[in-house]
């Protein structure tokens, strides 16, 4: 008997695609022979847009990059412009640690998403809604301390925007204190669950070698085995002065990446903790006029604030000519931003090495042979944002 | 004066009256139940879930099944260019014919006693009592599938295509287990008949007369696992979390409904919620000891099927989908084992005790 595979068209509009992923699937019955991913349905121009801004103007652009980490973006690339001015060693102590303890909020809330976006497209669905609870209480903070929920743009060149409101400090603790008991509820209600176990367990599987060979960072690499953490080993802001575990697996499968993803929202908690205790009344900004706005209050009462104020504003500063690479943790992988200057006060070009662009490239490697469902779970597993790979 | 059962021979006229009285109030409880079911699903599952289910329309959403109803109702009706059509529009009837056509055999209370003109009539409140009742129920089980598969191929759409296949697949493996698993009930009850079941029911637990004068003999005692993989087959059978794989909403869309609208695709939504009242009635009646309990005979048996309905809500509240492959595992290699073990084990002990 003849028989022919049938391709089958998933997304741009799919409600398990995350966004506007193409996949195009050749099938053999429900099992996969070829997965190809198409992207680009988000393509904002991100990269080019930045070329015709100051530096400051490009801050609100990377929150829309990956849109469930907005601070995590803000922090990549403010690090890489302070380490183009050179001005690394100024940014004060307290506006680091801030920093690191939103990016840790930050990766909780993203792992948050992609629990719960994982769990649905694997059928459940009460986790999702648990998930999502959790989060809006991030999302509150977000809002107490940048006035916006989801594009926060908090982050400044040399320091932060604001201090935290007053009372911040106290939500936060209380929030990080109760993940713990929300964690133990998702893993009471997935981790044992047998189900799970089968629809997770040696699925989506990625030998550590062929992992680093593709890129793969973040937690889909340290839960191949590979042990590799940019927090602990190319430590930016102040985490070399803090105490946590990187937690890594060996298995390579999915529900080694869902074990390590957990265990990181439990690190992150522990971070945030020792960062509210760290916290000392100080500056928020470093004492760059070149770079950094005056206090209001000078602005307001001095002509000379208001001229700073203005000449910052309306022509930004000019790092000298150069090219910078940094990159960072962010939750999904390994945040890097490349930047080249001319001297003058727009970026020549900037390149975002985008983790999930990277994570997606191991997708069809990983869909092979699989059947159809496999495909939905890894495409979750991998923990894709396409605002981030389009950009 | 012992009372007649009212049947066409001893009073036509009034067996007539009774049975359409009979129809039209099982018919309009049933769909009752149907569109209340997805008012509760909603409701139940949204609490579990920290929501609040539907709280707009009227006094606690509780409109809001018949504001779905209108909606879809007036919704255009379409039918893509290349499906089939005829086949694209008796599959939504094939599906929820045979699920409202299982009620008829299903008793639904004690007989009902009244006095007319002198002579007093018993009427079973049943619509018919078939001898072969069960075999009716899985015949009808089995016609159901077609609904399924029919929608899938007459859409010509991928989505619906694989639903299709998943669906005809599925659907053969569990109801092979669900029926092999209450072959031992016939062995226990030597009959066919679901009211001959329901009064085979009726005797003291294990002999023992001391329980409470309603704790009878139901067969979920006697036969724990007939009764679980009679529960999960039928779940399965009737695509219910975690067997909801034809439909499967993250992985195919929609599956075999993808590309129904309208009433269509309302006849869908009420044949999985009227399937649901089916299996929920027929687990009752066959292991729950159907109307028999403590209080009057039609709300012991609302309670046992409310409780089934409860009971597949917060299944799908709790559980991830399962793979094809792992399905087909789970039917074939656990549940059809262990309902032929069930079958030998059973016919051991009833050659033995008796």
Same mark, same amino acid.
């Given at each position: 008997?003849?028989?022919?595979?049938?391709?089958?068209n998933m @997304?741009?509009? %799919?409600?398990?695609?995350?966004?506007?992923?193409?996949?195009?699937?050749?099938l053999?019955?429900?099992?996969?022979?070829?997965?190809?991913?198409h992207?680009?349905?988000? %393509?904002?121009?991100?990269e080019?847009?930045?070329?015709?801004r100051?530096y400051?103007?490009?801050?609100?652009?990377t929150?829309?990059?990956?849109y469930?980490?907005p601070?995590?973006?803000?922090?990549g690339?403010?690090?890489?412009?302070?380490?183009?001015?050179?001005?690394t060693?100024?940014?004060?102590?307290?506006?680091?640690?801030i920093?690191?303890?939103m990016?840790?909020?930050?990766?909780?809330?993203s792992?948050?998403?992609?629990?719960?976006? %994982?769990?649905?497209?694997?059928?459940?669905?009460?986790?999702?809604?648990?998930?999502?609870?959790?989060?809006?209480?991030?999302?509150?903070?977000?809002?107490?301390?940048?006035?916006a929920?989801?594009?926060s743009?908090?982050?400044?060149?040399g320091?932060?925007s604001?201090?935290?409101?007053?009372?911040l400090?106290?939500?936060i603790r209380?929030?990080?204190?109760?993940?713990?008991?929300?964690?133990?509820?998702y893993?009471g209600?997935?981790?044992?669950?047998?189900i799970?176990?089968k629809?997770?367990?040696d699925?989506?599987?990625i030998?550590?070698?062929?992992?680093?060979?593709i890129?793969?960072?973040?937690?889909?690499?340290?839960?191949?085995?590979?042990?590799w953490?940019?927090?602990?080993?190319?430590?930016?802001?102040?985490y070399?002065d803090f105490?946590?575990?990187v937690?890594t697996?060996t298995?390579?499968d999915? &529900?080694?990446?869902?074990k390590?993803?957990?265990?990181?929202m439990?690190?992150?908690?522990?971070i945030?903790?020792?960062?509210l205790d760290?916290?000392?009344p100080?500056?928020i900004?470093?004492?760059?006029?070149?770079v950094c706005?005056?206090p209001?209050?000078?602005?307001?009462n001095?002509?000379?604030?208001?001229?700073?104020?203005f000449?910052?504003v309306?022509?930004?500063?000019?790092?000298?000519?150069?090219e910078?690479?940094?990159?960072?943790e962010?939750?999904?992988?390994?945040?890097?931003?490349?930047?080249?200057?001319?001297?003058?006060?727009?970026?020549?070009?900037m390149?975002?090495?985008?983790?999930?662009?990277?994570?997606?490239?191991?997708?069809p490697?990983?869909?092979?042979?699989?059947?159809?469902?496999?495909?939905?779970?890894?495409i979750?597993?991998?923990?894709?944002v396409?605002?981030?790979i389009?950009? | 004066?012992?009372?007649?059962?009212?049947s066409?021979?001893?009073?036509?006229a009034?067996?007539?009256?009774?049975?359409?009285?009979?129809?039209?109030?099982?018919?309009?409880?049933?769909?009752?139940?149907?569109?209340?079911?997805?008012?509760?699903?909603?409701?139940?599952i949204?609490?579990?879930?920290?929501?609040l289910?539907?709280?707009?329309?009227?006094?606690?959403?509780?409109?809001?099944?018949i504001?779905?109803?209108?909606?879809?109702?007036?919704?255009?009706?379409?039918?893509?260019?290349?499906?089939?059509?005829?086949a694209?529009?008796?599959?939504?009837?094939m599906?929820?014919a045979p699920?409202?056509?299982?009620?008829?055999?299903?008793?639904? @209370?004690?007989?009902?006693?009244?006095t &007319?003109?002198g002579?007093?009539?018993?009427?079973?409140?049943?619509?018919?009592d078939?001898?072969?009742?069960?075999? &009716?129920?899985?015949?009808?089980a089995? =016609?159901?599938?077609?609904?399924?598969?029919l929608?899938?191929?007459?859409?010509?759409?991928?989505?619906?295509?694989?639903?299709g296949i998943?669906?005809?697949a599925?659907?053969?493996?569990?109801?092979?287990?669900a029926g092999?698993?209450?072959?031992?009930?016939?062995?226990?009850?030597e009959?066919l008949s679901l009211?001959?079941?329901?009064?085979?029911?009726?005797?003291?637990?294990?002999?023992?007369t001391?329980?409470?004068?309603?704790?009878?003999?139901?067969y979920?005692?006697?036969?724990?696992?007939?009764?679980?993989l009679?529960?999960?087959?039928?779940?399965?059978?009737?695509?219910?979390?975690? &067997?909801? =794989?034809?439909?499967?909403e993250?992985?195919?869309v929609?599956g075999?409904?993808?590309?129904?609208?309208?009433?269509?695709?309302?006849?869908?939504?009420?044949?999985?919620?009227a399937n649901?009242?089916?299996?929920?009635?027929?687990?009752?009646?066959?292991?729950?000891?159907?109307?028999?309990?403590?209080?009057?005979?039609?709300?012991?048996?609302l309670?046992?099927?409310? @409780?089934?309905?409860?009971?597949?809500?917060?299944?799908?509240?709790t559980?991830?989908?399962?793979?094809?492959?792992?399905?087909?595992q789970?039917?074939?290699?656990?549940?059809?084992?262990?309902?032929?073990?069930?079958?030998?084990l059973?016919a051991v002990?009833?050659?033995?005790?008796?």
């Amino acid at each position: 008997m003849a028989t022919e595979t049938m391709t089958i068209n998933m @997304g741009p509009q %799919h409600p398990s695609t995350h966004g506007v992923l193409q996949l195009i699937l050749e099938l053999d019955g429900e099992i996969v022979v070829k997965a190809t991913p198409h992207i680009g349905f988000l %393509h904002r121009g991100t990269e080019k847009l930045s070329e015709h801004r100051t530096y400051h103007q490009v801050i609100p652009l990377t929150d829309r990059l990956d849109y469930l980490a907005p601070m995590s973006n803000n922090l990549g690339y403010v690090l890489a412009v302070e380490k183009l001015l050179g001005i690394t060693d100024k940014i004060p102590e307290r506006a680091n640690t801030i920093r690191v303890i939103m990016a840790e909020l930050t990766r909780i809330k993203s792992h948050l998403v992609w629990l719960a976006t %994982h769990a649905l497209d694997i059928g459940a669905m009460t986790v999702f809604l648990y998930c999502f609870r959790e989060r809006e209480e991030i999302i509150d903070i977000y809002e107490k301390i940048s006035g916006a929920r989801m594009t926060s743009n908090y982050f400044r060149v040399g320091g932060l925007s604001e201090d935290l409101p007053e009372g911040l400090v106290d939500d936060i603790r209380k929030f990080t204190e109760s993940m713990e008991g929300h964690l133990e509820t998702y893993e009471g209600l997935l981790t044992g669950n047998k189900i799970w176990q089968k629809r997770t367990i040696d699925v989506g599987y990625i030998s550590g070698e062929d992992a680093v060979d593709i890129g793969l960072s973040g937690p889909a690499l340290r839960a191949s085995g590979v042990d590799w953490d940019l927090r602990r080993d190319d430590p930016y802001c102040n985490y070399s002065d803090f105490d946590f575990e990187v937690p890594t697996r060996t298995e390579g499968d999915t &529900f080694a990446r869902y074990k390590v993803r957990l265990d990181e929202m439990r690190q992150s908690a522990r971070i945030i903790l020792q960062g509210l205790d760290k916290l000392k009344p100080g500056p928020i900004l470093a004492d760059c006029p070149q770079v950094c706005l005056p206090p209001k209050k000078d602005v307001v009462n001095t002509i000379e604030g208001l001229i700073h104020h203005f000449k910052i504003v309306t022509e930004g500063f000019k790092p000298e000519e150069g090219e910078i690479y940094v990159g960072i943790e962010a939750p999904k992988g390994e945040l890097g931003y490349y930047l080249v200057s001319d001297g003058s006060p727009h970026p020549y070009r900037m390149k975002i090495r985008p983790p999930s662009f990277v994570n997606l490239q191991a997708l069809p490697q990983m869909v092979e042979g699989v059947l159809l469902a496999d495909v939905i779970a890894t495409i979750g597993t991998l923990d894709i944002v396409l605002g981030e790979i389009d950009r | 004066m012992t009372p007649e059962v009212l049947s066409l021979s001893n009073a036509p006229a009034l067996w007539a009256a009774a049975m359409l009285a009979k129809i039209l109030v099982a018919f309009s409880v049933l769909m009752g139940i149907v569109a209340y079911a997805t008012w509760v699903e909603r409701k139940v599952i949204g609490r579990m879930q920290t929501r609040l289910g539907p709280t707009m329309t009227g006094p606690k959403g509780l409109l809001q099944p018949i504001a779905d109803g209108i909606k879809l109702f007036f919704k255009e009706d379409i039918i893509p260019n290349e499906a089939s059509k005829f086949a694209f529009v008796l599959a939504p009837m094939m599906i929820l014919a045979p699920a409202l056509i299982s009620m008829a055999v299903i008793p639904f @209370g004690n007989a009902y006693e009244f006095t &007319f003109q002198g002579v007093t009539y018993l009427v079973p409140l049943q619509i018919t009592d078939l001898n072969i009742g069960v075999l &009716f129920i899985m015949a009808m089980a089995g =016609l159901g599938v077609y609904g399924i598969v029919l929608a899938g191929l007459a859409s010509n759409s991928k989505y619906s295509l694989l639903g299709g296949i998943r669906a005809s697949a599925q659907m053969i493996s569990y109801e092979l287990a669900a029926g092999l698993s209450i072959i031992a009930i016939f062995m226990l009850s030597e009959t066919l008949s679901l009211s001959g079941i329901v009064a085979a029911q009726q005797q003291p637990l294990w002999g023992i007369t001391a329980f409470p004068s309603w704790m009878h003999n139901w067969y979920i005692f006697s036969q724990p696992l007939a009764f679980g993989l009679f529960v999960v087959g039928s779940m399965a059978e009737i695509n219910r979390t975690p &067997f909801d =794989l034809p439909e499967a909403e993250t992985e195919l869309v929609s599956g075999f409904c993808t590309e129904y609208s309208s009433m269509k695709y309302a006849l869908f939504f009420m044949a999985e919620y009227a399937n649901m009242v089916t299996i929920s009635a027929i687990s009752a009646t066959l292991f729950l000891g159907g109307w028999d309990g403590p209080f009057p005979g039609v709300i012991n048996f609302l309670i046992k099927v409310f @409780g089934f309905m409860f009971f597949f809500i917060w299944i799908r509240a709790t559980f991830p989908r399962l793979r094809y492959d792992q399905l087909m595992q789970m039917g074939w290699k656990v549940m059809l084992p262990l309902a032929i073990g069930n079958i030998v084990l059973t016919a051991v002990a009833v050659l033995l005790w008796q």
